[in-house]
Structures are given as C-alpha cells and as structure tokens.
C-alpha cells in the first residue's frame, strides 16, 4: 500500500496514515486503501480492538482537492468537469459510504489524533467509537468558503451538540484540545510524544474484553443513536451538501477549490 500501514499485535490491529508530506490529505487511492485495512481487521477473528493513527505533524488535512494523483474519473464527466450525478455516486461510496461502514464495524475502533483535522478528516474521526487527542490537536471544518454546508459525513451536531456545529461552521474555526475535551469528542489529552503509546495502551485493554461482549456493547450505543434519527439524519444532510456541490458546479465552476486548497496547505504546514 502507498499512503497506507496496517500491522496486528495480539488482538489489536493499528492502521496508519503514512501520507505525512502531504499532511495525510486523502486522494482516493488512500480512501480505498483505508476501507481495505478496515475489512481486513474486521475479518481477523483474531482482532478485538482497531487503532487508526497517523504519521506526522498533522493527523490529515482532508480531502486532497490538488488532484493528487488518485486517478478521479469518477467524478468528472467526458468535458473534465464536476458533473452532480457522477459526483454523489461517487461520494455516496467513497466518502458517506465508507465512513458508515466503519462505524458499524463490530469491534471497537479507536483514534489516536494529533495536530490539524480539518474538514474530511472528520470523515474518519467521526466514525471511531473512542479518541485520543494530542495536546496540539485542532479540529476545524471550513468547508461554508466553499458555500458547503459541512462535510460528506454530517456526524457534527451528534457529536458536538446543535450551537457548537453550527459555531464550528459557520465560523470555520478550531476547535483545540481542551474544548474537544470539555464537550466529550475526545477521551482524554495527552502529550504529544505520549500519543501512540496511551492508545496503545487503552487498545489493550479494551482487547481484554469478551469479543462477543464488545460486539453487543457497540451495537447497543450505536442502535440507540440510530433510533433517535441517527442514520436517517446523515443521509438527509448528504444530499443537503450535494446541493452546495450543485450550487457552486452552477455558479462559478468550483475555481475556489484551488484557493480551498492552498489555504488547507498553509493551515497544515502551521
């Protein structure tokens, strides 16, 4: 795999992002390669308990909108441009579709976090059951420059309450470690060179635990959730942001993207 690690140790599998010169921002060739991880641990009867971390200063700065060379035929018709209908197909898989996924997976996952999240790195953040953040740790999600109401994976108002998502949005602000603590995103803070090794150490022994036991644990929590609207309310809000994505194709052509982008390579090398 090229942006992508994976190693199991005892009963607990560590995928890692190894794209750290590009600040981990995720073209399609390391989404597919994380989805592959993420079955492969869910498949290891072995495997109690999947760590998902990342290499570097920052753990992603999200999408990678320079093109990156991850091949995205897929969203652009025969004229090279964004079409809508290629675009939500697309998205519905690579990005709401995986991040579901893995948030179903039937063991517990946790995340280690360190300096910038931004915006699709939610996409892989939100899904984790537990986290772990360095003390630099900074999430953000400025995606309303884009005239886009958040990203593919509307976990925000779930998991940061209604007034602080609408705050992270509209503002475009960062959220640092201390407040991700005080609103319960995060587990615990931790220092930074301590990171890898306190999840390591939570992943052990929550490996301790009956498989079958842990399996039922997360399915509880996750029902519950998806009973109070959970499921139905990311799917609604997908096609909410596909018309920001309808929007800005229509209007200006997405020429922001490239000013988007340099701005999240400014943020990341901060």
């Known amino acids: 795999m090229a942006h992508v690690d994976y190693a199991t140790k005892e009963r607990v599998a560590t995928i890692t992002l190894t794209r750290a010169d590009k600040a981990n921002a995720q073209n399609e060739q390391m989404l597919d390669e994380l989805h592959e991880c993420f079955l492969r641990a869910e498949a290891d009867d072995e495997v109690r308990v999947i760590v998902l971390r990342a290499e570097g200063k920052h753990f992603s700065a999200g999408?990678?909108?320079?093109?990156?060379?991850?091949?995205?035929?897929?969203?652009?018709g025969p004229d090279g441009k964004y079409h809508l209908d290629k675009l939500y197909r697309w998205e519905a898989k690579k990005y709401l579709g995986y991040s579901w996924y893995w948030r179903n997976i039937p063991k517990p996952t946790i995340g280690a976090i360190q300096g910038k999240a931004i915006?699709?790195?939610?996409?892989?953040?939100f899904p984790l059951d537990i986290l772990v953040a360095a003390e630099d740790v900074q999430f953000s999600d400025p995606v309303v420059l884009m005239a886009i109401g958040g990203v593919e994976y509307h976990g925000h108002t779930w998991e940061m309450g209604a007034r602080r998502a609408k705050d992270m949005l509209f503002?475009?602000?960062v959220f640092d470690a201390e407040e991700a603590f005080q609103i319960g995103l995060v587990r615990e803070v931790v220092p930074r060179d301590e990171l890898w090794e306190r999840t390591d150490a939570l992943a052990n022994q929550?490996?301790?635990?009956?498989?079958?036991?842990?399996?039922?644990?997360?399915?509880?929590?996750?029902?519950?959730?998806?009973?109070q609207g959970y499921y139905?309310?990311?799917?609604?809000?997908?096609?909410?942001?596909?018309?920001g994505h309808g929007n800005a194709i229509t209007q200006t052509g997405y020429p922001i993207l490239s000013d988007l982008s340099q701005m999240k390579s400014e943020l990341a090398k901060k």
């Open 63 to 76: 999408h990678d909108m320079s093109g990156g060379g991850d091949g995205k035929t897929d969203r652009f």
């Open 119 to 125: 915006a699709g790195a939610l996409n892989l953040i």
């Open 171 to 173: 503002t475009g602000r």
């Open 206 to 227: 929550i490996a301790t635990r009956d498989s079958f036991g842990l399996a039922q644990a997360k399915r509880a929590v996750n029902q519950t959730l998806d009973v």
């Open 232 to 243: 139905t309310a990311l799917q609604a809000v997908f096609d909410i942001h596909h018309t």
